[in-house]
């Protein structure tokens, strides 16, 4: 098949994206597959290949991407970019996608798993991998996906949703409770979230979080166990737990730097507390309506109960990254997840 690998693009989990990018480009041409990688923002800018020609590029366009430590200056990003046009696509990406077989999303965050893609390409009747736009919008808003929980009976955390100026946070310092997690409404590989435990750490937070617009979710934190359960087509995957081994939370740094966390699969949690998880993981994958694949996160607190705190559309792709070691659990390999999810989508499940 011809296959567009979309990544990239224009959020603060670029990099990440590139990266799942580049392996699942990879995977997909070890399997046959006339794989192409391309930055759905840069887009073909500087490629001498015509666009008919782009799925027998060497390597597939393939490059050797890294994820650094701190999320890339997106600024510098938009910047590099010849073509000035408001676009997120960039050049030729929208021709080359409408002359493939499929476009696999490796895109993360706001550039990709809000939906607006989805949109565009239903529109232009183009196939491609994972949920649909409704779903991918309702699910990246953590508050509407609080508000599903709710409606669906799957526990989580007592929260509120703010829209906020910055005349607003000293009365707000003052008057939410703390500990408490402050997110941002639409944040993900944890950028856009803090942890504060203090007056004047909450008022650092609420600061901070005006760089991402202003609007956030703030919810109770809860000491516990972090674990993350995967759905693949209408099952779930053995769950995985997450351990921070630089004594913070598991940051944007734990979850992309080699050494700063553990990832035990299967997690160490008893049959009863891996199925409670598991059913509730497709239970919300259900009822926001998304198809193919997800991964859903949880605390487990210090009595054994799991409190369900958000959802990924498109969880990270990365050598790294825990749906591939889910998979891995039950004896798939990295390509077989690649061609499973592609296999689904098309299919229509």
Same mark, same amino acid.
């Given at each position: 098949m011809k296959i567009i690998v979309l990544a990239g693009g224009l959020s603060p989990e670029r990099q990440v994206s590139l990266v799942?990018?580049? =392996?699942?480009?990879?995977? &997909?041409?070890? &399997? =046959?597959?006339?794989?192409? &990688?391309?930055?759905m923002f840069l887009g073909l800018e500087g490629c001498a290949i015509a666009p008919e020609d782009i799925f027998d590029a060497p390597d597939g366009l393939c490059t050797q991407e890294e994820i650094t430590a701190q999320a890339p200056d997106l600024a510098a990003v938009r910047a590099s970019r010849r073509d000035q046009s408001p676009s997120l696509f960039g050049p030729g990406v929208l021709e080359v996608c409408r002359l493939a077989d499929a476009v696999f999303l490796g895109l993360?965050?706001?550039?990709?798993?809000d939906g607006r893609v989805q949109a565009a390409f239903d529109l232009l009747g183009i196939p491609y991998t994972g949920s649909g736009h409704l779903a991918s919008g309702m699910a990246m808003n953590k508050a509407v996906t609080k508000q599903v929980m709710a409606h669906a009976g799957i526990p989580t955390l007592p929260w509120r949703e703010l829209r906020y100026r910055a005349e607003d946070i000293p009365r707000l310092t003052e008057e939410l409770p703390l500990p408490a997690a402050v997110k941002t409404i639409?944040? =993900?590989?944890? &950028?856009g979230l803090a942890l504060p435990e203090t007056r004047e750490a909450l008022r650092t937070a609420l600061e901070e979080m005006l760089h991402y617009g202003g609007h956030v979710i703030v919810e109770r934190k809860l000491q516990g166990r972090d674990i993350t359960v995967g759905v693949l087509g209408e099952e779930y995957l053995p769950a995985v737990e997450i351990i921070s081994q630089n004594g913070s939370y598991f940051d944007y740094a734990a979850k992309y730097q080699a050494g700063q966390s553990l990832e035990v699969c299967p997690a160490p949690i008893t049959p009863e507390q891996q199925r409670t998880m598991g059913e509730l993981a497709l239970k919300l994958h259900r009822a926001l309506g998304l198809r193919v694949y997800s991964r859903t996160d949880f605390i487990l607190d210090g009595e054994g109960r799991a409190w369900c705190l958000e959802i990924n559309t498109l969880p990270g792709m990365t050598p790294g990254s825990l749906l591939p070691?889910?998979?891995?659990?039950?004896?798939?390999s990295y390509p077989e997840l690649c061609q499973r999810i592609l296999d689904l989508s098309l299919s229509g499940i």
């Open positions: 799942s990018g580049q =392996g699942i480009c990879r995977a &997909l041409r070890g &399997l =046959g597959h006339r794989a192409v &990688l391309v930055d993360h965050g706001e550039c990709g798993e639409n944040g =993900g590989s944890s &950028l070691k889910e998979a891995a659990a039950i004896g798939m």
